[in-house]
């Protein structure tokens, strides 16, 4: 077979066979597809798509490029995954607290994609923190924190690994077809009883309208229950932020707030949803309002803050972070106040500009060979609704220089309305599929 002749066939509009796809597949795992073909053949895919049995076949080809992990465990595995959104550290919350329920949770993540904030680089911004381990660790300390929460191996969806860089910098994200088969060729490998997948809509998420939330949530569970893996999907807002920070270790920092009681807003609230569904799912919960109460119990009891003390120790933070993390988090040198500049209610956010701001503060890549800066981001932002006085604070900027936060206060001004009458604030949980 050749690179050429496929991507030009996915250009006229053809839909390549299961035994082209496998192949592409092979060559991006080996190296033997260049860079520039796999950055024109997610182009073609972005531009023209594919239909419902080649999307299938190119996730499986793309999970069957690495290893398959098998279990054998006293209790079912569970995974969960979010298309993407800002703020959103749910997996952080939610891994420990279905292994405190009696799952066991190795879930495989990934980086910052596009505006997006990735989970692995929360994790990384806790100091000592190791997410790439061996399939051997990965399974050990599975088997004793009930969760563990790492980046895919060189040896699990290595396809995947190499396609899921290469869009991030070829304006290639958007598509359907490449997201359901990015995420479920990771998620496949790791050969979970039963997913749950977050699929995030509104100016915050990839997916702008309900049409095309509920056209990937279709997409992402039609293919994940035809391989064989019990899936939901659990359509949420995005039109804001869901945790009130923007940046990785500030985002660490809201999630330490929920598994120590000290916060219960959104983060806590999609949590115990998305929970309850793939609880009751796997049979652990006579269904999903059990579940969510579970979810709910585990984290209220501290259960789950010290499952998530024992998977991060094990992957090399300090013993006692989960008890004094403020202490062990990164703080940005330039922190600075951003004000309203008018009275009224928050009627809008633009999630999407956000990130990008975050991006730009250091706190995500612009190009692959980026750092990220740990400690920048976006903190203290008012929710949607809010009535705000003339200066009243509308947000915190964590910034590396005065000048990039200086950027980012302008940035986040454009990125929000003030108007005088409060807004309608769309439901958390929109539609399950």
Request: include cysteine.
């Amino acid at each position: 077979m050749d690179a050429r002749a496929i991507i030009a066939a996915l250009r006229r509009g053809e839909e390549p066979s299961p035994e082209e796809l496998t192949w592409f597949a092979q060559g991006l795992a080996d190296q033997s597809v260049s860079d520039a073909q796999a950055g024109a053949f997610a182009m073609a895919v972005c531009l023209n798509g594919l239909g419902d049995a080649a999307r299938g076949a190119l996730t499986l080809a793309m999970r069957d490029s690495g290893d398959v992990l098998a279990w054998d465990l006293d209790g079912p595995v569970l995974d969960k995954h979010s298309t993407g959104g800002v703020g959103d550290c749910v997996s952080l919350v939610l891994a420990p607290a279905l292994a405190a329920c009696g799952a066991y949770v190795p879930m495989i993540s990934g980086r910052g994609l596009g505006h997006t904030g990735g989970t692995l680089d929360k994790l990384e911004a806790i100091p000592g923190v190791t997410t790439q381990v061996s399939e051997d660790r990965l399974a050990q300390i599975t088997r004793t924190a009930g969760c563990a929460i790492v980046g895919a191996t060189a040896q699990i969806a290595p396809a995947d690994k190499r396609l899921y860089a290469i869009r991030d910098v070829t304006g290639t994200v958007e598509s359907l077809d490449l997201i359901t088969a990015s995420i479920l060729s990771k998620k496949l490998a790791a050969s979970p009883d039963a997913l749950v997948l977050d699929v995030k809509v509104g100016s915050g998420a990839f997916m702008k309208t309900m049409e095309e939330a509920r056209a990937l949530a279709r997409s992402l569970s039609r293919t994940a229950n035809a391989a064989g893996c019990k899936t939901s999907a659990v359509i949420t807002s995005m039109d804001q932020p869901l945790a009130p920070a923007l940046g990785n270790a500030l985002e660490v920092a809201e999630v330490m707030k929920v598994l120590t009681g000290a916060d219960k807003g959104p983060l806590l609230d999609i949590s115990m949803v998305l929970g309850g569904v793939v609880l009751a799912d796997a049979g652990l919960a006579a269904d999903a309002d059990e579940g969510a109460a579970k979810v709910a119990a585990a984290i209220v009891s501290g259960r789950a803050a010290e499952r998530f003390g024992q998977m991060l120790a094990a992957m090399g933070a300090p013993l006692g972070f989960a008890e004094d993390w403020a202490r062990y988090l990164p703080e940005a040198p330039v922190i600075r106040e951003i004000t309203a500049p008018k009275a009224g209610y928050l009627s809008a956010v633009d999630g999407e500009a956000l990130g990008l701001a975050v991006v730009h503060l250091g706190g995500g890549r612009l190009v692959e060979s980026d750092q990220v800066d740990p400690a920048v981001g976006i903190s203290d932002l008012v929710p949607l609704g809010a009535k705000l006085a003339k200066g009243q604070p509308l947000a915190r900027i964590h910034a590396s220089r005065e000048d990039k936060g200086e950027a980012a206060a302008q940035a986040v001004l454009d990125a929000v309305k003030i108007s005088a009458k409060p807004p309608a604030v769309p439901e958390l949980i929109r539609e399950r599929i």
